[in-house]
């Protein structure tokens, strides 16, 4: 890319320019071949096979099964995605679900006492964690500082910006859609088989585990890996390859992200990497 933007820019700001996306996985099981793009394929394929002919029981008289079933279980573990990216922050699945149950989940929330003194007293409670309330002069509002008790870090400040964020935002959606999955034990069922997990989490790594039973994974971690066959089939047949255009929306900031990544200056790729890292979610090598 950097070839193409410094030497043939108007190449790529014509439209002619474009990336072949190899797939990440090459499943086989027995003499079948599967590629699939990315982890959302993956895990999609996962829940198909691990789901096969088993029901999941929401109560005495409601089940889910077939692609009602897959749909409420892709929402699950965009759930879960979510939970743990917030981790990756040093923001536990804890504080985050009690957030979730006691209704502190807009930016209005946080000019309402008796909410957040409720999350006081429940973190307090837990014995894990210390937390104090802070003034918000600007938005009149008040923002909550967390610190783990056990261990010296950093303290995480959960405020208007955080409650107003993308992907809080996101997470409060998928958490109002899994209502059937807050009554645990959560109930699987196949024939006369049948499987009780008391959390999401459990549920979850059943079913990832099911679905790659009897499938042998190939993970790429770019076209090096693949040997000419594998190429031809993924990246380069005009029927089956697919294509990702490139192009320039911002070529100030275009320039900039070239010049720090691929410059001489070794202080600002640092910076830009370390500040970066925690959002990256996939990387092709």
């Known amino acids: 890319l950097t070839f193409f933007y410094r030497q043939m820019e108007a190449l790529v700001k014509g439209g002619y320019l474009y990336i072949a996306q190899p797939p990440l996985y090459r499943l086989t099981r027995g003499s079948e071949k599967t590629y699939l793009k990315d982890d959302g394929d993956f895990k999609t394929y996962l829940i198909q096979r691990g789901m096969e002919k ?87 509002a008040q923002a909550v500082s967390i610190s783990f008790r056990e261990r010296e870090a950093a ?53 990832l585990e099911e679905g790659q039973r009897g499938v042998s994974i190939q993970r790429f971690k770019g076209l090096g890996e693949m040997n000419p066959e594998q190429l031809w089939e993924t990246a380069m047949d005009p029927e089956t390859r697919t294509l990702l255009k490139v192009n320039i929306e911002d070529a100030v900031a275009a320039d900039e992200i070239f010049t720090i990544l691929m410059g001489d200056k070794v202080e600002p790729r640092r910076e830009f990497i370390q500040s970066n890292v925690l959002e990256l979610n996939e990387l092709d090598i």
Do not use: C, N
């Open 54 to 140: 088993k029901r999941l029981r929401l109560g005495p008289e409601r089940t889910l099964q077939g692609p009602a079933l897959s749909q409420a279980l892709e929402k699950v573990f965009a759930y879960q995605e979510y939970l743990t990216r917030f981790e990756k922050r040093g923001l536990s699945r804890e504080i985050l679900r009690l957030f979730l149950e006691l209704g502190i989940t807009s930016k209005e929330s946080l000019r309402q006492e008796e909410r957040l003194g409720a999350l006081l007293q429940a973190l307090e409670a837990g014995g894990r964690w210390s937390a104090r309330l802070e003034e918000d002069e600007e938005h009149h």
């Open 155 to 207: 303290e995480m400040r959960l405020d208007w910006e955080f409650l107003g964020g993308s992907d809080f935002q996101a997470l409060l959606k998928l958490d109002q859609s899994l209502d059937d999955f807050k009554s645990p034990p959560h109930r699987l069922e196949e024939k006369e088989k049948v499987w009780e997990f008391p959390t999401l989490e459990e549920l979850v790594a059943f079913i």
